[in-house]
């Protein structure tokens, strides 16, 4: 076995994951996966498909596909693409400029024609016809002026202007009356509610992933999920009577039961199996 059969081999039993885990992940036939673990590379479809087989393969199991493809080359020999230096069948020769003393000659032809044609347009139409017949003088309007005859008002001296007295006011006292105190209102205490809750029933399990992992989720007995979960991907699950799962890592995940935190479930790529069910759920 070569560098990329162990490569890959080693990173899918460190997981502990199946052939057939993978294949049904990744949509690829088990005797292909076997074929590239063992780098039977003749048993596979086609350079193409073949390319394409590692590099999923390598990104399921969190590997570089860059460095899983230069193994892969490695593995078969094949040496890298180079383009094959261009060959010329005939040499080449020198563009012959284009006849531009024909175009100047044709260009001032049609602009002589077309000058000509204006110029007979011009006299025939415009310098044959009468000029326009000169405007009347409009009549100016005749202005009566008008005659103001102002007749001088005399103003009265002080003598004759009348002494007005003025009223002598005087101040009434008016009773202001006394404002009634209303009694005060003391504020009835409203009851206030307080909701029972409603116990939760089932089982409910948060998960926060700290570290990239696989796993297997199984809810009453139905498998739900297969796969690999990114560091900072969370996912809820919920089941009535049994939550099963197995995980690649035990170090990557963070887990709250019916929300109870749970204690780190085991260490740094160690391969595990959890079960909750309503008899073992975790006390707060």
């Known amino acids: 076995m070569g560098q990329l059969g162990t490569l890959l081999r080693e990173a899918r039993e460190r997981q502990g994951i199946t052939l057939e885990q993978v294949e049904k992940v990744t949509r690829i036939r088990r005797v292909f996966l076997e074929a590239l673990e063992e780098e ?31 193994a892969y080359r490695a593995a078969k020999g094949t040496p890298p693409k180079t383009r094959p230096p261009q060959v010329l069948d005939r040499p080449l020769t020198r563009r012959q ?3 531009v003393g ?3 000659f044709l260009f001032t032809m049609v602009a002589l024609a077309l000058g000509l044609v204006g110029w007979y347009v011009y006299s025939r139409f415009y310098l044959g016809t009468d000029p326009l017949p000169a405007l009347r003088a409009l009549k100016s309007p005749t202005v009566t002026p008008i005659q103001l005859t102002v007749t001088p008002t005399l103003m009265p001296t002080a003598s004759q202007v009348p002494t007005t007295t003025q009223p002598t006011a005087t101040a009434t006292e008016t009773a202001t009356p006394t404002p ?3 009694p005060t209102e003391t504020p009835t205490a409203t009851p ?3 909701p029972t809750p409603t116990p939760l029933t089932g089982i409910r399990v948060e998960m926060e992933v700290v570290a990239k992992t696989y796993i297997e989720v199984t809810l009453d007995g139905k498998q739900v999920f297969v796969g690999i979960l990114e560091k900072g991907d969370s996912r809820v699950w919920s089941a009535e009577r049994e939550f099963w799962m197995r995980v690649g890592n035990a170090a990557g995940l963070k887990l709250k039961v019916n929300g109870v ?3 780190p479930l ?3 790529g160690e391969v595990l199996n959890v079960t909750y069910t309503l008899d073992n759920l975790p006390k707060p």
């Open 40 to 70: 039977r590379f003749a048993d596979l479809p086609g350079e193409a498909y073949a390319k394409g087989f590692v590099r999923n393969y390598a990104l399921f199991l969190g590997l570089n596909p860059e460095e899983a493809l230069a």
């Open 102 to 104: 024909a175009a100047v």
């Open 180 to 182: 009634t105190e209303r």
């Open 266 to 268: 085991g260490k740094e």
């Open 261 to 263: 935190e749970v204690g």
């Open 97 to 99: 400029p284009r006849n």
């Open 192 to 194: 206030t509610y307080t």
